[in-house]
């Protein structure tokens, strides 16, 4: 199974925050720090905003934090929500797809549970199971 590269910046961007509970970043310093477009980056925040699983304030001395404890984050819960509606494959698209095999298939139920096993392995760890410190994230940059 393959994330999108919007789940993988929404899991760096909450793992960063889980390492400095304490402190607010802003956009403009994890982009930085991670090497990533801002403007991709604020998408994501607010996917992060709309889940519940970050706070955000706007102005000065605004910017992000969790909006819960990193013990009370679930991996899984994060992944589900940021990969939303991305069709593992093309039958699971809303439309359901073109494949002609649908009909017949006995592959479908198969990876619908895998996808389930995989969401649920992951819910067996935490945000702050995979917190990152403030000074390893400078210390790679260095």
Do not use: W
């Not at 905003?49 to 013990?71: D, M, N, S, V």
């Amino acid at each position: 199974m393959r994330l999108t590269q919007f789940t993988d910046y929404g899991l760096r961007v909450l793992m960063r925050l889980a390492g400095a509970p304490a402190q607010t970043m802003t956009t403009e310093i994890l982009s930085s720090e991670f090497g990533i477009s801002r403007h991709h980056l604020v998408k994501v925040v607010a996917a992060l905003a709309a889940a519940g699983f970050i706070e955000t304030q706007r102005g000065a001395g605004g910017g992000i934090r969790l909006a819960r404890p990193a013990a009370r984050i679930r991996l899984g819960d994060v992944v589900r929500e940021m990969e939303g509606d991305q069709a593992l494959v093309e039958c699971f698209r809303a439309d359901g797809g073109a494949c002609v095999l649908t009909p017949s298939c006995r592959l479908k139920g198969r990876l619908a549970e895998a996808r389930q096993a995989f969401v649920a392995a992951l819910n067996r760890s935490t945000l702050a199971d995979c917190a990152v410190e403030p000074r390893l994230v400078l210390e790679e940059l260095r």
